[in-house]
């Protein structure tokens, strides 16, 4: 989900078209008309891919990845109950191993 921190974002200076809008490829965030702020439309539509966070020169944008995404697999496969992808240490004992 994204956040968008009021206290640090400056609007991009009064532009009409804000950057983290321009940038969002769900066309996702747009404009209050009432104060001129970025405001995420659709929280549950985006897709995490962090253009907006990237682009704000100000870093006033934050994405907090939902918890069931992470329990469920969406974001990153199935997890195993310690939180870590299937593998994970078998990986990397294998590897520790054949640097020996």
């Known amino acids: 989900m994204v956040k968008i921190d009021y206290k640090v974002c ?12 321009r940038i969002c490829p769900g066309d996702l965030i747009g404009v209050n008309p009432e104060d001129d702020r970025p405001v995420v439309l659709y929280p549950e539509d985006c897709w995490a891919c962090t253009a ?3 682009d704000c020169p100000v870093a006033a944008i934050t994405l907090k990845l939902p918890f069931q995404a992470l329990e469920k697999g969406i974001l990153f496969g199935p997890l ?4 870590r992808p299937p593998g994970y240490w078998k990986g990397r004992t294998a590897r520790r191993r054949s640097l020996r």
């Open 10 to 21: 400056n609007r991009c200076e009064g532009a009409r078209e804000k950057r983290c809008q």
């Open 52 to 54: 907006c966070v990237k």
């Open 80 to 83: 195993q109950k310690a939180g």
